[in-house]
């Protein structure tokens, strides 16, 4: 009979602390993994494909070097850069595109796109722009 009176009183002691417990909330982290490998850069919208030539302007490149865009996006916070949306493949562009892991054209300078028509303001994150902001990186305008 004692040790039924042991586990009764252990049970209740259980039942009390956990009442008692402080609710814990769950953390939920997601990881984006290692931005995508494009010559010309990537859209920033999921799955990231690569970007053709002429989509992105001057000012998201730094030393030939793509400054990101999505989660990657390494760009300062009022960062908006130009784009030419007729070479977005959700606006319909159907011509060609690099693939992961290509190299870029070496005659093909990313950083001075000739006669680049920028005709959309992007802030890097997914967001369009109403242009009104100046996002270039160093703060000059580095279009040609």
């Not at 760009?75 to 493949?89: C, E, L, R, T």
Request: proline share 8%.
């Amino acid at each position: 009979m004692k040790t039924f009176k042991y586990l009764a009183l252990a049970a209740v002691a259980a039942a009390c602390f956990t009442a008692t417990a402080p609710k814990v909330e769950a953390q939920v982290v997601i990881r984006v993994g290692v931005a995508p490998e494009c010559p010309y850069g990537y859209y920033d919208y999921n799955p990231y494909p690569c970007a053709p030539y002429g989509y992105y302007g001057p000012e998201w490149f730094t030393g030939g070097v793509f400054i990101g865009a999505g989660p990657w996006f390494r760009g300062h916070g009022n960062f908006h850069g130009h784009v030419d949306n007729h070479y977005d493949a959700q606006r319909g562009y159907r011509g060609p595109m690099p693939a992961r892991g290509e190299r870029a054209d070496p005659s093909r300078h990313p950083e001075r796109v000739a006669n680049f028509r920028g005709n959309e303001m992007r802030d890097g994150r997914g967001h369009v722009s109403n242009g009104d902001e100046h996002g270039h990186d160093d703060g000059h305008d580095n279009r040609h």
